[in-house]
């Protein structure tokens, strides 16, 4: 019984002739795909394709070379200062890396979103902090610095941080990478859990194949070769009847 | 069901010992919720059992959550059994997540409250810590430019070329500016004094010798230990967040010899060619004052100054440089080896090694004008 989005036409997230390119290069080209409100968007491709590039671009921190990136029919990129703002606190990011703030606590670090964007008290917002840590598995863990934690508990410390505020869209850049497998499937099992609990639509980018053909509803392959996308859809069925590029990632090369 | 009902909470006595809170309305963040506590004192009285009813919520999110689980810990910690069941499906499964892993037990170690004669005290001993660590450092420089003379010290050229390109000629504009200014300065002071005795021609002697000896020296040493010496400790430290100094270790590569023996060579170059780019620039600002101001013709400044100026003077203030220029890398590249793994100890790195420069720097001119004025040069 999640609190119901306002209800339009527009698709969720829609992104539309995305074209991104460094200088020259271009990373990829020509990318259209369309995410719905509760879908688990998974974004493949191998090493180098341009998974977190297109990441950047559907959050707001690398200016497309072309197309747009919409949210419930605004354009991210061109919106007025306030408007982008307003879709900007509607995500949550998870950096690769944690991209914990190294000068503040764990505790510091998911409470600041809250403190800056809520007018909570600050007991209350103490008390969302523990319950934010203890459900990625860190309960007891407030007065820690980033530097004093391994690589896997910063990933989740960020993943408490990025859902402090209850985002709509939680976009998540390798959840699975550098966690051993029973944290990997518990980190699988809450992103699940977000989205049938409280409707959270959830971005993942990853080539974690067990994460992307349990947990994934709806799919983007992005092809570094040819530099744009070759199938979109259910992973299950890119798996059975897609591409054979695309069989062929998910199935490690056995196909 | 309309969305915007405020939360609600009732509170009923259910069965003898047991109590059920009934939640409505909505329950997210964004409203004023209430916090766990107004539960305790209804949890005092012989209460053994605690149920929910979540009909009636219209809408929540973590705001629920965080109260739910407020209530449970105060629960638990009074020994009430809780009945979550009657709580939205969702939320009974997030909350049994949060609940799966036990809180970690840690001594919180706190740096905070130690009184005044205990900071000094451990800044004291941490002082004397980092001593040995600096000999250290001078050891292993030491042992890698003996690996350089006999050839066997693994750094790539172009290292040590962009070194030479990014301390020297990049820093010529600023050099520049702060020796002209200092030479003006010299001048104008040199000259209120000499004017007393009449002797204004010695304004020449002044600035030439000041600035090729001793300023130019300094100037450029204190320049290129803000400019240099914390790009030093920051890039080498910020190497030492990413692994890339351990990167070395484990591959067997000496990190002094690839990463601070071509900073350490490029300043040894540079500080006494910029030292005496400075010696010049100053003598020409001297020289702009003395012809404009005191009346002093620009050929009796020229022939002053060539009388004035000795090989030794160059001599010194070349020695002088390149003993700074090793000063400033060897406090650079210490403080950026030496630095812990996080963003501010980066920043700590590099104000760290300028401070370590300056002060090196300041010994170092004390004891060479020391010297070298007993030695008579």
Redo the contacts between chains.
């Keep these: 019984m999640a609190e119901a989005p306002p209800t339009n036409d527009q698709p969720f997230i829609e992104v539309r002739a995305l074209t991104m390119a460094y200088g020259d290069f271009v990373v990829q080209h020509d990318l259209d795909f369309m995410v719905n409100q509760g879908d688990i968007f998974v974004v493949m491709g191998g090493n180098g394709c341009g998974k977190t590039t297109l990441m950047r671009a559907m959050v707001g921190l690398q200016q497309p070379a072309h197309g747009s990136v919409l949210y419930g029919g605004e354009d991210l990129w061109r919106a007025a200062p306030e408007v982008r703002q307003r879709l900007k606190r509607r995500l949550g990011v998870l950096f690769q890396g944690g991209a914990l703030w190294s000068s503040l606590t764990l505790a510091e670090n998911v409470a600041l979103p809250l403190s800056e964007y809520t007018d909570l008290p600050q007991a209350r917002i103490d008390e969302i902090v523990s319950f934010k840590l203890a459900l990625v598995g860190l309960a007891g863990f407030e007065e820690f610095y980033p530097a004093e934690l391994s690589g896997g508990m910063k990933k989740r410390a960020g993943l408490a941080r990025a859902m402090a505020l209850d985002p709509d869209i939680l976009v998540i850049d390798e959840p699975s990478s550098g966690l051993d497998p029973l944290t990997a499937r518990r980190l699988d099992e809450l992103i699940v859990e977000l989205r049938d609990s409280l409707g959270t639509t959830i971005v993942v980018v990853t080539h974690e194949l067990a994460s992307i053909l349990s947990i994934g509803n709806n799919s983007i392959y992005l092809d570094a070769d040819t530099h744009t996308m070759i199938a979109t859809g259910h992973p299950q069925v890119a798996l059975e009847s897609g591409h054979p590029k695309v069989r062929h990632f998910l199935t490690r090369g056995t196909t | 069901m309309p969305?915007d009902t405020p939360w609600q909470l009732d509170v009923r006595p259910h069965g003898v010992d047991g109590l059920e809170l009934v939640l409505g309305g909505r329950w997210?963040?964004?409203g004023v919720?209430p916090?766990?506590e107004v539960l305790a004192k209804a949890l005092e009285r012989g209460i053994r059992r605690v149920r929910f009813d979540g009909t009636g919520?219209?809408?929540?999110?973590?705001?629920l959550?965080?109260?739910v689980?407020?209530v449970m810990k105060l629960c638990t910690a009074r020994g009430i059994a809780i009945e979550a069941s009657g709580l939205?499906?969702?939320?009974q499964?997030?909350l049994a997540?949060?609940?799966?892993?036990?809180?970690?037990?840690?001594a919180?170690r706190s740096a905070e409250g130690q009184g005044l004669l205990a900071q000094v005290g451990g800044a004291t001993i941490e002082f004397f810590r980092g001593i040995p660590q600096m000999l250290n450092f001078l050891g292993e420089i030491t042992q890698s430019f003996a690996r350089l003379f006999s050839g066997r010290a693994h750094f790539r050229r172009s290292d040590l070329w962009r070194e030479i390109e990014e301390v020297g000629p990049r820093a010529l504009p600023i050099v520049f500016v702060i020796s002209f200014l200092v030479g003006l300065i010299l001048a104008y002071l040199g000259a209120d004094q000499l004017r007393m005795v009449g002797a204004q021609i010695f304004i020449a002697d002044l600035v030439a010798i000041g600035m090729v000896r001793e300023i130019g020296a300094l100037m450029t040493g204190i320049i290129v230990a803000g400019r240099t010496g914390a790009a030093f400790a920051a890039r080498l430290g910020t190497m030492q967040v990413n692994d890339e100094i351990d990167a070395f270790k484990t591959l067997g590569i000496s990190s002094i010899d690839f990463l601070v023996l071509p900073r350490l060579l490029a300043l040894m170059l540079m500080v006494p060619l910029l030292t005496l780019y400075s010696g010049f620039i100053g003598m020409l600002a001297g020289l702009l004052v003395s012809a404009t101001i005191f009346d002093i013709g620009v050929y009796e400044y020229y022939t002053e100054v060539l009388r004035a100026l000795e090989l030794k003077h160059f001599m010194v203030g070349l020695s002088k440089g390149s003993v700074y220029g090793a000063m400033i890398a060897y406090a650079g590249c210490l403080r950026g080896m030496q630095c812990?793994?996080?963003?501010?100890a980066v920043g700590r790195a590099a104000t760290s090694a300028v401070v370590t420069a300056i002060l090196l720097i300041t010994i170092a001119a004390s004891i060479m004008t020391i010297v070298y004025y007993q030695l008579d040069i």
Excluded at chain 2, 57 to 63: F, I, K, P
Excluded at chain 2, 340 to 344: D, F, I, K, P, V
């Design positions: 969305d997210c963040m964004d919720l916090a766990s919520l219209a809408a929540w999110d973590s705001g959550l965080t109260f689980a407020g939205p499906n969702g939320a499964r997030l997540m949060a609940l799966a892993v036990p809180e970690q037990k840690v919180l812990g793994r996080s963003a501010e």
